[in-house]
């Protein structure tokens, strides 16, 4: 593997102030400073957080290719991190849609047992 690729060596114009920043680093930075649109679903999200703990246990998004859903749930993922909210990210595109498959799905993500009841999560 090239030595650039191992992260051993940080490619020309990647580093702030002697300090080395990672291609993730770089690009998570360019998702928030160029997040357009959606500043409606964004501010409920954020006044949701702000009463304590939100008043539901799973958020769905839908639309169609290229709206915005993955940079929308992502920019929920941070104002979770940042509000110390445990949070799961599940890409139902992924699951067959069928109960089980989804149960199995939502149990993986929360570290449950087959038997676990997802009501005490």
Known sequence: MAEGLK???TP????????SVSWAA??????ATTFVGREA?????????????????A????GGPGSGKTTLLRR???ECEQSGIE???????????????????LRSALEL???TSLASA
């Open 12 to 19: 020309p114009g990647l580093q702030r102030a002697g300090v």
């Open 26 to 31: 770089r690009l998570a930075e360019y998702r």
């Open 113 to 115: 047992a087959e038997d």
């Open 41 to 57: 679903e964004l501010e409920l999200f954020r006044q949701t957080l702000q009463g304590g703990q939100p008043p539901f246990q």
């Open 59 to 62: 958020l769905a998004i839908s």
């Open 76 to 78: 929920f993922a941070a």
């Open 87 to 105: 949070y799961r990210l599940l890409d139902a595109g992924r699951i067959q849609p069928v109960p089980n498959a989804v149960l199995r799905a």
């Open 7 to 9: 992260g051993s060596r």
